[in-house]
């Protein structure tokens, strides 16, 4: 890595300190609140009161839904961003073939990455309505199916419903991290393993991966926080129904807030929710890190 | 070139390629397509077995039955009963008497009765016969040459056998989906009396088709019963055209697997795309509907029948495009402020050395994962104490915040691939750091800049949650809280709702679209640099 | 690229710094907070928008109150708990409030007395029975501010095709619902059921009180566990096992279920009295009339009343509490007054909660008045119990599970040992 002399000890930190301040004040901040409020009695209302220890924790590990909902998140991350990963994956290599309209294909793919998660949700919503989805609506007037279809018969339907509109969403973003790999590959690389007898898979096994791990790994780490973190797509369409069923972790501690009023486990929820993410982030961290050094 | 290998080789496509063609003939000749007209329905509740009411009924039934076996049709009658008992242990029945006759078609029976279907199979046997006649053309000009050396009528004539048979194999479903439509569903939808339009014509065609025009003015009555189902072997006609398809393809390219490959690719690309419009499609016909028909419980329609302009003047008049303005005051000022941070982080971190530089990453990091949501208390309880209660710079400041990770990212990322020796020289020539910084490293991480820029600005433009809780002002709020007035307590309005989503949608996808190509170049200098 | 980056930038810059102005208020003025809940497409236009004869309320209100700003935020269903919840826990809880629940803010001391606020002659004005469903230990602490009343509606045309009468006990609603599907061969569903995460415990109130059951105990304690509120249930999840409803009663929302109605796809459906006009809205033409809502065999039904309130907050930051007060009884006063208070009422088809709008209403549509009668015998939720938010999404819970399978006594038993103990 290129460096040069810094005048002084100290001139890096002024160049970080906007950035650091902006985190600090306005993301550790409220994290810190958060934690405090994790080991504090808060009533149904929302008024806080005194510390009370680890109670928060027993009582949302307690919690009925806590394991069908724990279950469910892991479900829910490791389907989105895995499929989502394996599709922009395939579809970033078809892309970065040269046919015509390519320009047109990419400018088209970028759309569910520009429309807000909220509005996402509600369309989906309404297409798979049974009674007058637009699905139905579509499939019928084309002569395709002959009777309307009910999409969403039962609640694990609906929650493959909710991971493939996850999904949806979060291909775009997975494809374009992997274009941007696949272009930066030399195609010197790819002549020299056709030079050595590699197919298909051979190339895309000893050239292709290696060159876009990179970016994969970055696409990844964002998306498992992301997608973890993902809020409005359950909400808007089962809120969690029947029973939490449908429930990830963020919806259910939301529902338990602001519906069931419990809102000390709900907060020791999201503290817990924050460790898990840590661990996963942390573990990627230190390969990052090794790797660079290594350089 | 000439080579007895090649001849024999084009004989045998040519010969498949008749093959093919006979099997397709035959297929479409087959009764494929099954219709049972319950000529006449009689239902009657409560009524049992032998009592009054069922005598007359029945003595109605047969007598309308004799009525179509004087005219001719063989028609056979049937009689269902249902009895149940209630909860207070009284008996109910329901007798349901019903007149039928099967009808077996095949494809060349719909062909000059005027459906859409009829079209579409003259179309379809027109295709078969000319790619067939097209391809034999070619091979006469020039039957035993490598396709690489074809002359210029041999390829133009082989390549439109490849096309025409292309057009057959796609208008196979097309005709059977219009067959569902027509007999199953248009039909469902003129009895129940929901289709007004072309309805005389419809039925008389439907007559002409299963009574040969006989049923007159009965015809009505007649279909108000008809099933139709079309049998599964018809799928057969893809498979037998495919042979045909390939044959041709072998004739024009002399080797299969590589045509095969592009064509799937070019499938695979419209399939993705279909995909990914198709939610758009449902937004903007949605958002032109009027109320009624945003709830089409019999899906009559695939597009508005009448699009509903005044959608637009409506949301506009109920706030929208303040919303908007403020979507892209808090988008714009987020960005802004969360690369005034950035960059500066983001050369320190690409281009110095010091102590903690790790646990910066990893700070910021670990800023990310909180959802907004789970902060909502501390971020609420942080903007009474600023005074950024209700105001658009709050939420501003929040938005710059929450994405300084992924901007301080894939800055550091666009910065490391930059060769430093641009800058070097422009500090050795008197330049401070500032100076090197702003005219010379600032350009050259355009792209990666630009890609930042676009994350962090959708990032914003899309927030909802926070902007809820912190926004109690009607003429303060963002576009993705002014749009859940139409999802109230009493109804929603999906016409409005999607009309505001599209209008939110818009300005991001023609900001996204002119700056995609800088896009995948950004990301190229930040992603593989970790 | 530098011209077009320079450019953005620029842009970025100017937009936001236009966005910095900020509002001083004067000294000697009250600002009010007020949260209002989105009950339909006119809310937030009769209140800050042109829905008000071209003005809006809190335009009249400012005019007609010198001294006093309003700075009022129509919140939807969806979010205001989340909003006020979180204001309150910083301290900064709105000074009035328009919502359904009031009880948990009342018990934790967060609420002023409505005495200490609502002019006499207003208070008085209210409907007795409505005032009682709002007090805690003598004390009452939240006004009605609007109200509606739930009932059998039916198809008159479906019924009368099969050659049915409208039930009036279960057993007769599986009878009629089995001849439905019989005569139509399914395509019309019997019955409609809406057992959503927000509705649950209307469900819970519909079936439990047709069989003598319900939330609460004849001495008010919980008793959300009683073997007829099991048995109760029970029967709502056979209706939804049996075919006779609506295919999915966990996610299809009222919204749905009146949708179906207007589009002739369900015969009976229990609905507010809103119900006509917004089937008139969705162009619908049904043929309907009102029952009471089935009850179990020698039980009687009640119908279903739900009442939303207007409420406000302590502020002991606010410097002159007597003036603040006196600035909170002019809102109400204004808000109530009959032209004011019935468009307010009629906008959205809900049921008034002050005598003095009563004669206006009526004279405007004659329908109202039989509403008015079917209000005086409503039931309402027993919301005025600290635990009602609990009770209210366990049985919703509870119901969910049921649909998919569950066990309800042992549902119910875990509730009420929950809100009881």
């Known amino acids: 890595m290129n460096t040069r002399l810094n005048r002084n000890k100290w001139e890096p930190y002024l160049w970080l300190l906007p950035s650091m301040l902006l985190i600090a004040v306005f993301v550790v901040f409220p994290i810190l609140i958060v934690f405090k409020l994790s080991f504090s009695y808060i009533s149904q209302g929302g008024v806080i009161g005194g510390f009370i220890g680890f109670q928060n924790y027993v009582d949302a590990v307690k919690l009925p839904a806590f394991k069908t909902v724990m279950l469910n998140t892991m479900w829910w991350v490791i389907s989105v961003v895995g499929l989502s990963t394996l599709l922009g994956f395939i579809i970033a290599m078809v892309l970065n073939q040269k046919f015509r309209g390519r320009k047109i294909a990419r400018s088209i793919l970028v759309f569910p990455w520009a429309t807000s998660l909220v509005i996402q949700a509600s369309v989906w919503n309404y297409i798979i309505k049974y009674e007058y989805g637009n699905l139905n609506n579509v499939l019928l007037n084309l002569g395709i199916i002959q009777q309307a279809i009910n999409w969403r018969s039962s609640y694990q339907i609906e929650f493959i419903w909710e991971c493939a509109v996850g999904i949806f969403v979060t291909v775009p973003f997975v494809t374009f991290c992997v274009l941007s790999g696949l272009q930066s590959i030399d195609g010197s690389l790819y002549e020299a393993a056709t030079m050595d007898g590699a197919g298909f898979w051979g190339k895309l096994r000893h050239v292709t991966l290696p060159m876009v791990r990179p970016s994969l790994t970055v696409s990844t780490v964002l998306n498992i926080i992301y997608v973890f973190n993902s809020f409005p797509i359950v909400y808007t369409m089962t809120k969690g129904a029947p029973a939490h069923k449908t429930d990830t972790m963020i919806t259910y501690l939301y529902m338990l807030s602001f519906y069931e009023r419990k809102k000390g486990p709900a907060t020791a929820l999201s503290v817990i929710g924050f460790l898990i993410l840590c661990v996963c982030a942390g573990v990627y961290m230190i390969g990052v890190m090794r790797k660079e050094d290594e350089q | 070139m000439r080579s007895p290998e090649m001849k024999s080789q084009n004989r045998r496509a040519l010969l498949f390629l008749l093959l093919g063609l006979a099997l397709a003939l035959i297929l ?10 319950q000529v006449y329905t009689k239902k009657s509740a409560n009524t049992f077995v032998g009592d009054e009411k069922y005598v007359a009924a029945k003595a109605e039934a047969e007598a309308v039955a004799e009525e179509y076996r004087a005219q001719g049709f063989s028609v056979s009658l049937s009689e269902d009963v249902l009895e149940r008992v209630n909860s207070k242990g009284k008996t109910t029945s329901l007798v349901t008497f019903t007149l039928s006759q099967s009808y077996g078609k095949n494809l060349f029976s719909l062909l000059g009765q005027g459906f859409a279907a009829s079209k579409l199979t003259a179309a379809l046997l027109l295709c078969l016969g000319l790619s067939a006649a097209l391809a034999a053309a070619g091979l006469v000009g020039s039957g035993d040459l490598l396709p690489r050396y074809l002359d210029g009528r041999s390829r133009a004539l082989r390549g439109a056998a490849c096309v025409t048979a292309l057009l057959a194999l796609l208008l196979v479903p097309v005709i059977l989906m219009m067959n569902t439509y027509a007999f199953s569903r248009q039909m469902g939808l003129h009895n129940a009396g929901l289709l007004e339009e072309g309805r005389a014509l419809f039925f008389s065609r439907m007559d002409r088709l299963l009574f040969d025009g006989q049923m007159g003015e009965n015809i009505e009555q007649v279909l108000s019963g008809l099933k139709y189902h079309c049998s599964g072997l018809a799928w057969l006609l893809l498979p037998a055209i495919c042979i045909i398809l390939l044959s041709a ?28 419009l198709y939610p758009y499609y449902v937004m903007l016909i949605t958002a032109f509907r009027s109320n009624a028909e945003t709830l089409d419980m019999y899906f009559l329609h695939m597009f508005p029948t009448k699009w509903i302009w005044s959608n637009l003047t409506d949301i506009v008049r109920r706030g929208v495009p303040r919303y908007l303005l403020n979507s892209l005051f808090v988008a714009g000022g987020a960005t802004a402020i969360a690369m005034l941070c950035g960059i500066p982080a983001a050369y320190a971190m690409a281009r110095m050395q010091f102590k903690g530089k790790k646990a ?8 990310q994962m909180f959802s907004p949501v789970v902060l909502l208390i501390g971020i609420s309880q942080l903007m009474n104490t600023l005074h950024l209660n209700d105001s658009i710079v709050g939420l501003m400041l929040i938005n710059a915040a929450f994405n300084q990770a992924f901007a301080v990212w894939l800055l550091r990322g666009t910065f490391v691939s930059i060769s430093p020796e641009m800058e070097q020289a422009a500090l050795i020539d008197g330049c401070g750091t500032m100076g090197a910084l702003t005219r010379v490293l600032i350009p050259m991480a355009a792209p990666g800049i630009v890609t930042a820029l676009i994350f962090v600005f959708i990032n914003a433009w899309n927030e909802y949650t926070i902007s809820t809780v912190l926004i109690s002002t009607a003429s303060n709020r963002p576009i993705t809280v002014g749009i859940t007035q139409f999802s109230s307590f009493n109804m929603i309005e999906w016409q409005y709702l999607f009309a505001a989503s599209l209008l939110a949608t818009i300005p991001v996808v023609i900001l996204f679209m002119s700056i995609e190509k800088h896009l995948t170049a950004g990301l190229t200098s930040g992603g593989v640099k970790g | ?59 009249k209100f400012e005019a007609a109150n010198p001294g006093i700003k309003l700075n009022l935020d129509v919140v939807s269903w969806n979010d205001v708990y989340t909003e006020v919840d979180t204001r309150i826990a910083n301290n900064n809880a709105p000074d009035i409030l328009n919502i359904d629940v009031f009880a948990n803010y009342a018990n934790e001391g967060l609420l002023l007395p409505v005495k200490d606020y609502c002019p006499d002659d207003l208070f008085a004005d209210f409907f007795p029975s409505f005032i009682d469903q709002s007090i805690i230990d003598d004390t009452c602490w939240a006004v009605p501010d609007l109200a509606s009343a739930r009932a059998l509606f039916y198809n008159v045309d479906i019924l009368n095709e099969v050659g049915v009468e409208v039930p009036t006990t279960w057993a007769e609603l599986q009878d009629v619902s089995q001849a439905i599907i019989d005569y139509y061969d399914g395509e019309i569903y019997p019955w409609g059921i809406d057992m959503t995460t927000d509705e649950g415990q209307a469900a819970f109130a519909y079936y439990t009180w047709g069989n003598g059951g319900g939330f609460v105990d004849a001495n008010g304690d919980w008793a959300v566990n009683s073997p007829e509120n099991v048995e109760a249930i029970n029967f709502a999840i ?3 096992n049996d075919g006779y409803t609506n295919p999915n009663p966990a996610t299809q929302t009222r919204y749905d279920l009146q949708d179906m109605f207007a589009a002739g796809k369900l015969a009976m459906v229990i609905a507010p009295n809103q119900l006509p006009t917004y089937v008139a809205d969705k162009g619908g033409e049904i043929n309907m009339a009102t029952a009471g809502i089935p009850a179990n065999e020698g039980k009687t039904g009640s119908s279903v009343g739900v009442m939303d309130r207007v409420m406000a907050f302590k502020d002991e930051s606010a410097p002159d509490q007597e003036a603040r007060n006196e600035a909170i009884g002019k809102f109400l006063e204004f808000f109530y007054r009959p032209e004011n208070y019935v468009g307010w009422v009629s906008m959205e088809g809900f049921l008034p909660a002050v005598n003095s709008a009563v004669e206006a209403l009526v004279e405007a549509d004659p329908s109202f008045g039989a509403w008015l009668d079917v209000l005086g015998s409503c039931q309402f939720y027993p919301a005025a119990k600290a635990e009602w938010a609990q009770v209210r999404q366990g049985v919703t819970t509870v119901e969910q599970e049921a649909l998919i399978g569950g066990d309800i006594q042992a549902g119910l038993d875990a509730l009420q040992a929950e809100v009881a103990g």
Do not use: H
């Open chain 2, 249 to 276: 393809i072998q004739i024009r390219f002399g080797a299969i697997k590589g045509t095969l490959l592009r064509g799937l690719l070019y499938f695979f690309v419209v399939v993705v795309c279909l995909v990914t």
């Open chain 2, 28 to 37: 479409m000749s087959l009764p494929l397509f099954s219709f049972e007209a």
């Open chain 3, 1 to 59: 690229m530098k011209k077009f980056l320079a450019l953005l930038l620029a842009l970025v810059m100017v937009v936001s710094l236009g966005s910095f102005g900020t509002v001083a208020y004067a000294d000697d003025e009250i600002t009010l907070d007020v949260i209002i809940c989105q009950y339909g497409p006119n809310t937030n236009e009769w209140f800050l928008g042109k829905g008000m004869d071209g003005s809006n309320f809190v335009e």
């Open chain 3, 238 to 240: 056979s209706l939804v």
């Open chain 2, 360 to 367: 910066f990453l990893g700070f910021v990091i670990m800023s």
